[in-house]
């Protein structure tokens, strides 16, 4: 089975859309609506390097369509959840859970590598 990649690329990544952030807070907005839906689904917060570049992620959608909502951090801003508000949309890097009712705790999964292609980089 020969296929070049960006045919594979171009059969993978028709059913996909990127949204990329000009700041983390809107991207992690994604998630403090999708918790605050009907079906109450956070979305997992993704962390991987890609040509030598920070990105941060998630992924929403289903079968018919998908969608990738990405951020590339200026700097190692990392810990392992971010700790975000539900009343306030506030967030904070944090190593651990803490009790803050009112906050959502997001595990960032760290990937090794990931077959996404994102734009621009």
Known sequence: MSNNGNNNHSEYSKNLVFFKYKSLEDMLKVILYSSQSPIGLIPMLY???KN???????????????TIHYF??????????????????????????GLDTLSIYVPILELDDVNISFPNI
């Open 47 to 49: 962390h991987t390097i």
């Open 52 to 66: 030598n570049q920070e990105v941060l992620f998630i992924q929403t959608g289903n079968i018919g369509g998908t």
């Open 72 to 97: 590339l951090p200026s700097e190692n801003m990392l810990k392992k959840y971010v700790q975000l508000k539900r009343l306030t949309g506030e967030f904070n890097f944090v190593d651990h859970i």
